[in-house]
């Protein structure tokens, strides 16, 4: 694969990726065309060598994995994590809000979401809605108006004239998006998601909504920019980004070591849930890969864990925010994420395994640290290390606008990270 394709393929992927519902539904597709077979969490598994698998809780978190070849495996598993979640508004559940001859709707900030940037964008609504169907079942299906229908217009600075100097954001008030003139008669939001359904053949015509997890998203597309095309611009970029670049790295990596790719959801909001990092997902699946305890834990205490989740990159305007020898540029490699409060796993051994493949590869490594008197944010890394038990190591791309409603990366960084990611998987280095 070239740095074209694979570019392509990840802008297609989070164009079709507008919720974590979405992205797992997108990967698995990914994996079923590879070759990997599905399994239930509910069934008894027969696992072989030399075979790939994968197993889905709850739509939105996802772990591929193949068993490797040839018996003992002295470098244990080579696992790569990240998160399908991204920052954004979320829906409540009775949303409809009439106000001056206008339908708004009720949104909760899903996540540390960048607010400005919401205003004046064409947003769509997608997620998972939950019906009763015409045999009195109980069904679960995705859904994706694909189209604009909702709006957040700024207020005009005529009627603010500190607008550009300080005006701040009330997230009870100032956001709820406008989606329609108020009609004439009573309706209900359900109505409205009851019809779209209809509409895309996802369902019969008046069936019962009984509930839904939707959101927002811009509807505008990924796109390379810059005078060479050198940025991709796009929203879900964190950490959508990292999600198709593990996948692509686990199909297209030897399969002599076993690997597993690991997408988690809830990771912006703090991933305690059953499908989140500080959860049981990875546990349970590895302790059915390992069933005796003493296997378990010998094959956790050789195996290597890479958190994938985006990076700072250094913003030309705002340098003094960064430090001074820790500032990553946009298209000049994977940054390794350090941090001596542990809000990052790296160490020096994970540091070392990461640099030697990289050098190997011919691979340009960065470092990001945060400022010392600045907080950072953490990734699944420290979390995954801590529950499961096992070294990691935290990389990413470097991004601006992390969290905004559209982000930028660099266009050669990705394909630099899947790169490393393969020559990972197939590494035979032992820590």
């Given amino acids: 694969m070239d740095q074209e394709t694979f570019n392509q393929g990840l802008m297609d992927f989070i164009n079709k990726s507008p919720t974590a519902f979405h992205a797992v539904f997108n990967m698995e597709e990914m994996l079923k065309a590879a070759g990997f077979t599905g399994l239930n969490e509910a069934d008894a598994w027969s696992l072989d060598e030399g075979e790939k698998y994968y197993v889905i809780r709850n739509g939105s978190s996802i772990i591929a994995f193949n068993t490797g070849k040839n018996g003992k495996h002295p470098a244990g598993f080579r696992m790569t994590g990240a998160h399908t979640d991204s920052p954004c508004l979320k829906i409540k559940p009775d949303p409809l809000l009439k106000n001056n001859g206008y339908i708004q709707l009720g949104v909760e900030v899903y996540g540390g979401a960048l607010l400005n940037p919401w205003f004046d964008r064409d947003l769509s609504i997608a997620g998972r809605v939950s019906f009763l169907d015409e045999k009195n079942t109980i069904r679960s299906c995705l859904i994706d108006f694909k189209r604009p229908v909702a709006f957040i217009s ?153 958190s994938m989740d985006n990076a700072h990159g250094i913003h030309p305007n705002y340098a003094d925010k960064y430090d001074i020898n820790h500032g990553p540029v946009l298209n000049k490699g994977p940054v390794v994420k350090m941090n001596a409060s542990q809000r990052y796993a790296s160490d020096s051994e994970t540091v070392a395994v990461i640099r030697s493949i990289a050098s190997g590869l011919a691979i340009p490594l960065q470092t990001f640290v945060m400022r010392s008197d600045l907080a950072c944010g953490s990734t699944i890394g420290p979390l995954t290390s801590a529950e499961v038990g096992m070294k990691t190591i935290d990389v990413g791309v470097p991004t601006f606008a992390m969290h905004s409603i559209r982000e930028v990366a660099g266009s050669t960084d990705p394909f630099l990270l899947f790169s490393l990611i393969c020559g990972f998987n197939s590494s035979s280095i032992i820590i």
């Avoid at 997890?213 to 959508?240: H, P, W």
């Avoid at 069933?291 to 010998?298: D, H, K, S």
């Fill in 154 to 306: 700024s207020l005009a600075i005529h009627f603010d004239r500190e607008a550009n100097k300080s005006r701040s954001i009330n997230a009870q008030k100032d956001i709820p998006p406008i989606i329609m003139n108020l009609p004439e008669g009573e309706f209900s939001f359900s109505e409205i998601l009851s019809a779209e359904l209809a509409k895309q053949g996802l369902c019969a015509e008046g069936i019962s909504i009984h509930d839904f997890e939707l959101f927002l998203y811009d509807t505008q597309c990924s796109s390379l920019v810059g005078m060479k095309n050198e940025f991709i611009a796009g929203g879900r970029l964190d950490n959508l980004l990292s999600c198709y670049t593990g996948i692509q790295a686990l199909i297209h990596s030897e399969k002599s070591n076993p690997c597993m790719m690991v997408c988690n959801d809830h990771e912006e909001v703090g991933s305690v849930s059953f499908t989140g990092a500080q959860g049981t997902f990875l546990r349970s699946v590895l302790q059915r890969l390992f069933r005796e305890p003493e296997n378990y834990y010998r094959e956790l205490s050789r195996s290597l864990f890479i």
